[in-house]
């Protein structure tokens, strides 16, 4: 579930151990980790623009060979 910061995550999970009574099978909510959803938005901007540059270095260094080459075509 995506919360817009860590404060509002922690409230909502605050209110629902608090809405419930724990008994032998109910256990209160694990979180593996915070991260609020600006920062994971970055996280994936910066890894598309990663995994874009990867791309198009690629395809510049294969252009680049290609290009070299021709010139033995005859």
Known sequence: MLFEDV???QKCIKLF???R???LNQKPI??????SKVDLTNEREEKN????TQLVSIV????SKNFGN???YR
Do not use: C, I, P, T
């Open 60 to 63: 510049m260094k294969e252009s």
């Open 7 to 9: 404060q509002s995550a």
């Open 70 to 72: 021709q010139g033995n």
């Open 21 to 23: 009574e724990f008994g």
């Open 49 to 52: 623009y990663a995994s874009l």
């Open 30 to 35: 694990k979180v593996d980790f915070w991260q």
């Open 17 to 19: 151990d608090e809405s």
